[in-house]
Each structure stands twice: as C-alpha cells, then as structure tokens.
C-alpha cells in the first residue's frame, strides 16, 4: 500500500457547554482522568479503547469509563447531557457545534493523522480524482 498523510487532528477533551470545565482554555490528562468518561463501545471500537489505554499510560492510571456508545451521536448527546466526558478528535466540533465545547491538552498528545491509502499498482481514474479533492481539500486547512 501507499500512504500520503493528509492532515492531523487534535485531541482534545469534550464537555458539556456548562460543565465546570468547560470554562478552561487548556485542560491536562490528569484532570480528565478524574471525570467520568463517555467512549464508544469496545467491541466496535477497539482501537478507541487501546487510544485510550495509551494515553493513560503515562498516568499510570485506567480511564473511568462511564459509558460506552455505538455512534458519535450518542456519544455527543450522552457528553451534552452531562453524564461524562469524552476524548475526541477537534473535528468533532464539526458534527457537535455548540452542544459541546473541546478543550485542547495541554501537553498536547499525538494528533490524529489523517490519510489517503491505495494499492500500489495504482488508482482507477475515479479514485485518482478522489484523492486529488481530498490533497486540495487538506491543503486549504
């Protein structure tokens, strides 16, 4: 396969607009490590799961899992509604918009590397165009 990275996201924490946190410019992993955490479910996502496992690493600690959601619509609804909080990609902003605020880490953890893959022996003339919208599309970020 080939591989061009496209563009990186943001991890940041997702709360609910009137959440005490929601008010922080900057939040650290410790902090989110002693709120209730809303994530989706383990055996849909498990690379979500192992995200998370790694990030607390550091911690020495286990992420609080509070709930588990099978859509990201659930999951904002779930984080809106106050039972948690979530760690979510800055793009989520796109999908939630005012019903949560993200609030980036501090120190910032590994962005989300977003990509473009295809097989080596090459891409059909639809997919050669697909991938030339989405290189112009990132590039304008």
Not at 2 to 13: K, N, Q, T
Not at 48 to 57: G, V
């Amino acid at each position: 396969l080939r591989f061009e990275e496209l563009a990186r996201d943001p991890i940041c924490l997702a709360v609910a607009p009137k959440h005490p946190l929601a008010g922080r410019r900057t939040v650290t992993l410790a902090v989110a490590a002693r709120e209730p955490l809303i994530t989706y479910i383990r055996k849909d996502y498990p690379d979500a799961h192992e995200n998370l496992a790694a990030m607390f690493t550091a911690l020495k600690s286990k992420p609080r899992i509070a709930e588990e959601h099978d859509s990201v619509s659930s999951l904002i609804a779930a984080v809106e509604a106050g039972n948690g909080v979530a760690i979510a990609p800055q793009s989520l902003t796109c999908t939630a918009g005012p019903r949560l605020k993200l609030i980036p880490f501090r120190p910032a953890p590994e962005p989300l590397v977003i990509g473009a893959a295809w097989s080596k022996v090459g891409l059909t003339a639809a997919a050669e165009r697909f991938l030339k919208c989405a290189q112009a599309t990132a590039a304008k970020k």
